[in-house]
């Protein structure tokens, strides 16, 4: 893990020097745990309000398809009611728990004419806050992403950016087996960004 974050931060750096594009966005999400095969019987869950943040990098380019980089931080809040084993129903409490996940991107960004386009992140995430008392699988894996980004130019060198995000985590978990939970969330990112005109 060490070496991927060391990997990853080099690129971030070097990249930055050939980026076309930095920015730096914070926005709410809502999130939940689901497991991508049928399980009956489980602990029911619903989405809590979160909160995500970005600084990404997109390199120089005048093609339809661009490539970039970033790192972000996501807190996601999901409400658990335990699962039905004939205790009575006010005994089922639900509690809320959090998974904190620091994550890294590769961004394919699709361009389209009107200063909008669309974003697809193969991304790697690394839950900072694992404890056994979770139960919600850990969440350190391979995930996915996928935005549509509305630019909005305030000058030359500046803009603002809008960004509804769909984020679905341990897609490829590092850790546990193929039948953990996949935290997925939707999200509102709106952020500045910066344009290399030279």
């Known amino acids: 893990m060490k070496k991927i974050l060391l990997t990853f931060t080099i690129i971030l750096i070097s990249f930055f020097s050939f980026s076309q594009e930095v920015s730096l966005s914070v926005g709410p999400n809502f999130g939940s745990a689901f497991y991508c095969q049928f399980v009956a019987g489980g602990a029911s869950k619903s989405p809590k309000t979160g909160f995500n943040s970005a600084i990404e990098y997109i390199s120089k380019n005048n093609k339809k398809i661009s490539w970039g980089v970033g790192v972000g931080f996501q807190n996601n809040r999901v409400s658990i009611k335990p699962a039905f084993w004939g205790q009575p129903e006010e005994e089922r409490i639900a509690h809320n728990e959090k998974s904190n996940i620091l994550f890294f991107n590769f961004k394919m960004v699709f361009r389209k004419r009107d200063a909008s386009y669309l974003s697809l992140d193969p991304l790697i995430g690394i839950q900072l806050n694992e404890s056994s008392r979770n139960s919600i699988d850990n969440q350190t894996g391979i995930g ?43 999200g509102l990112n709106i952020g500045v960004g910066f344009k290399n005109t030279k």
């Open 144 to 186: 996915l992403s996928f935005s549509y980004v509305k630019k909005i130019d305030l000058n030359e060198s500046v803009f603002l950016k809008i960004e509804p995000k769909l984020s679905v985590y341990n897609i490829v978990p590092f850790v546990g087996n193929s039948w953990q939970e996949r935290l997925t969330s939707i």
